[in-house]
Every structure is written in structure tokens, then in C-alpha cells.
């Protein structure tokens, strides 16, 4: 089993940037791929990016590209996503997910999930 636990969201201005925080326990995530999915209503729960533990290219929605960018911590077990220019519209409950080997933009792909963090973007 691998449990994640995210961290770091928040309340913020427009143009504003924060850091979301998932940390890993359990087995090792060493070959597994982390992702960072988002849900709001009227989307529910879309993909915003990932990358393997192992290395190699992260992946972004078309929509976040250029503003946000995933990152690890092999030490901390720890997976972020930087979050920057961030517009009403990124306003979502954002969680992290984790699936065996590669990469996958589809959440229907990921076994392991945290229990989500609320980020909110203020025009």
C-alpha cells in the first residue's frame, strides 16, 4: 500500500503562486509515477501533471503549462507541484495520485490517492 498525505493549499490572489506538498509512505514509489489531479464541479476531476519517481519528462495540462511545474524529493519522499500565475480559474480541490510504472494523464489509471487539498484563487 502507498499512502499520501498533501499539504499546502490555501487561499490566494490572483497572479499569487503556492506549493502543494504530497508525501509518500508505505511501499516504495520508486518505479511508480506521481501525479496531480484537480476536481471542481463542473469538471470534476481533471489531470494537471506527472512524472515518474525515476525520472525522465514530466507531463502538463495544456492549461497549466509554463505556470506549474512538478518536482520530488528523494530524501523527503515527497512530491510538489509549484504553482505559479495562478488565475480563478485554477480554484480546485487538488489531490496527488500515484499508479505502477508509467505515466498516464487518465485518473482512472492511479491506485493510490491523499485526501485532497483546497486551493483558492481570488480575482
Known amino acids: 500500500q502507498v499512502r499520501l498525505v498533501e499539504s499546502g493549499g490555501g487561499l490566494v490572489q490572483a497572479g499569487g503562486s503556492l506549493r502543494l506538498s504530497c508525501a509518500a509512505s508505505g511501499r516504495s514509489v520508486d518505479s511508480y509515477t506521481m501525479g496531480w489531479f484537480r476536481w471542481t464541479p463542473e469538471k470534476e476531476r481533471s489531470f494537471v501533471a506527472a512524472m515518474r519517481w525515476?525520472?525522465?519528462?514530466?507531463y502538463y495540462a495544456d492549461s497549466v503549462k509554463g505556470r506549474f511545474t512538478i518536482a520530488k524529493d528523494n530524501a523527503e519522499r515527497t512530491v510538489y507541484l509549484r504553482m505559479n500565475s495562478l488565475k480563478p480559474e485554477d480554484t480546485a480541490v487538488y489531490y496527488c495520485?500515484?499508479?505502477?510504472?508509467?505515466?498516464?494523464?487518465?485518473?482512472?489509471?492511479?491506485?493510490?490517492w491523499g485526501q485532497g487539498t483546497q486551493v483558492t484563487v481570488s480575482v
Open positions: 525515476s525520472g525522465g519528462p514530466a
Open positions: 495520485a500515484a499508479r505502477p510504472l508509467f505515466s498516464s494523464r487518465d485518473s482512472r489509471d492511479y491506485d493510490y
